[in-house]
Each structure stands twice: as C-alpha cells, then as structure tokens.
C-alpha cells in the first residue's frame, strides 16, 4: 500500500491501478471512498472482501458526467434532472433504473443503481482519467467509523488498499444524502450532507424511509458507523453512576458534566450543524484511540444536516443496546 499526496502524478498511478482492478481509497467531500473500477465485478468484489461488507448491500457508482451517467442509467423523471441541476456535483446520491452495463454485484441484483457525482477535485479528476463510473462506499471496515482523512483510511485499510491519495480532510464529514425518485412518491432513503428541506423545496414532500431488512443503498441498517468502544446518548444520571470508568463526552456546543469526562469534544462551539458534521467522525475517531471505557454523545435537534448527524449517532449507538 501507498499511501500518496493527491498530485497529478498519483492521479495518474491511482487510475492505473484501477485499470488494473486494483483498489484506491480517494477523498471526496463527504468521507474517503474505497474505489475500484465500476464496470468489472472482479474490482468491485474487492471492496466487498477488504471491508468485510455483505454483499447484499448495494454501493454507489460515481460519475464525473451527465454522459458518464447516461451510460449506466436512466433518468426518466422531470424531478431527477433538477435535482441533478441543483446539487451535482454535490453529496446528492440518486437510486435510478440501471441499465445492463452495470454488475449485478454493484446493485446487490436490483435492477436500479446509485448514483452521484462527487463535489471534489481529486475525486472528478480520478474518474475522468479512468473514463469510468467508480464504485466506492467509504474506506473503512463495514460498520465501523467512516474515514474523514487519508490516516483514518490507512489505520483500517491500510493493508488491504493498492493505493490512498491523500487530499486532506473532508469538508462536508457526513455521506451524502440518497433519494429515489418515482411517478409515485419522493423517498429520502439515507440523510446526508443535503439537507432534506433544501431537496423538498425543489420538488416537494419526501418520506423518509426508515432502516430495512434488504437495502436498496447504503445506509439503510440498523446498525452503522460505529466506533469500536460503546457509544451511548448522554445519559445525566447513568454517567453519576460511572466513577470509575473513563468517559468521553461528545457535545454540540457546550460540556455538559465536564468533571465527569477525561476527554471532551465539541462538535461547534458557533453551535452549526455544518461545522458539527464535518467533526463528527473525526472526533469519534479521536475518542476511539483515547483507551476510553465509554463515550456519551449529546442528542441534536433533528432539522437540516442534524437529521443525518442524528442518523449517524443512531446506529452507532444501536451495536451496543
């Protein structure tokens, strides 16, 4: 493995081990991607092997073109086209019809595929120069924390990897938000780095789809993104009883108990919720190697991007009720 700063020249190395059927992690605006080559179910078998993902859950093709996209899908719904024109590139993934060209093995045998177009220069310019749709769910082991830098990446997968282009740290911090559009209804399927009011105000009402038993795209079980100590919502009178363990508080804005933590982040002292999600796993990694008993997140208001840090603390949470 190499793990490589994001030049021209490593650009170019990392699209040859792609062509290669090799394995790249790359950073986009939400978290680090773990790539391979789209088109060809050897490639894209990797990336289930390397995360120990089960094969049943789909992963996202990422495109740097309209035309790009054409080719592996079909956009055939007014309010898909203004979503595209609105928020791509951005961290907007949209589940469509597939078309043939597409592995069985990228969409877990759906006949539709995910799709997005990632807001990152490193990410655009990789997948031009393979010419190629990407498939990359985030470069970590299936269910833990996702990677928001090229050292969380190598600390997890740094074996299993050909090559990790280094861009720094992810702006946005959370996965990008999902949706599928029908004749039908709108579904929100994963909140994500576009929050759910800015999508309705441009094409109405979405339901918001809860976890399932056989996901039609990332993000969808019950538990995820999880951290390898437990991980529970803030609990006043639980943590009075903790005495003698060492605790890791994750707060919004403020600590709360504060001589009861050895270690305290904040997620925005401003109180945003943007700034809030581009720390949110960085910080919990940060907790994660401070040989911690416990770590107690404070519960946001779910509105705007808080719905997909609430999503994410959730099903942390959830591996260890």
């Known amino acids: 493995m190499k793990l490589l700063e994001a030049t021209n020249k490593n650009i170019e190395l ?39 993902r089960p094969t049943f859950n789909p992963l996202i093709l990422h495109v740097s073109s309209i035309e790009m996209l054409n080719k592996i899908a079909i956009v055939d719904n007014f309010k898909i086209d203004r979503l595209i024109k609105t928020f791509w590139p951005g961290p907007l993934t949209l589940v469509l019809p597939k078309k043939n060209i597409v592995p069985d093995i990228v969409t877990a045998g759906l006949e539709t595929v995910a ?31 996702s990677p928001t830098s090229a ?42 780095g576009i929050p759910k009011e800015d999508i309705e105000s441009i094409i109405g009402d979405l339901k918001y789809r809860t976890e399932v ?34 605790l890791g508080g994750l707060f919004f804005q403020y600590s709360k108990l504060e001589k009861n933590f050895n270690s305290i982040k904040i997620l925005s002292p401003k109180g945003g919720f943007r700034e809030a999600a581009s720390n949110l796993f960085s910080f919990l990694h940060q907790l994660e190697n401070e040989k911690l008993d416990m770590i107690f997140v404070e519960r946001l208001e779910e509105k705007g991007i808080g719905i997909a840090i609430m999503d994410r603390l959730k099903k942390a949470v959830n591996k260890y009720l």
């Open 151 to 192: 050292q969380h990446v190598n600390n997890q997968l740094g074996d299993k990897v050909d090559l990790i282009l280094d861009g720094g740290e992810c702006s946005v911090g959370v996965e990008s938000t999902i949706v599928k559009i029908s004749n039908d209804e709108n579904l929100l399927l994963r909140p994500g």
């Open 213 to 246: 038993e056989t996901p039609n795209s990332p993000g969808q079980l019950k538990i995820h993104y999880a951290p390898e100590i437990p991980i529970y919502f803030y609990d006043e009178k639980k943590i009075q009883n903790l005495s003698n363990k060492k």
């Open 14 to 52: 990392a699209t040859n081990a792609l062509n290669s059927d090799g394995l790249v992690a790359f950073p986009t605006e939400t978290v680090y991607g773990l790539g391979a080559n789209g088109l060809s179910p050897f490639a894209v078998a990797k990336i289930f092997e390397a995360k120990k």
């Open 115 to 145: 799709v997005r177009m990632p807001n990152n220069k490193i990410a655009l310019e990789l997948i031009k120069k393979l010419n190629k749709p990407i498939a990359a769910p985030s470069a970590n082991y299936f269910g833990r924390l």
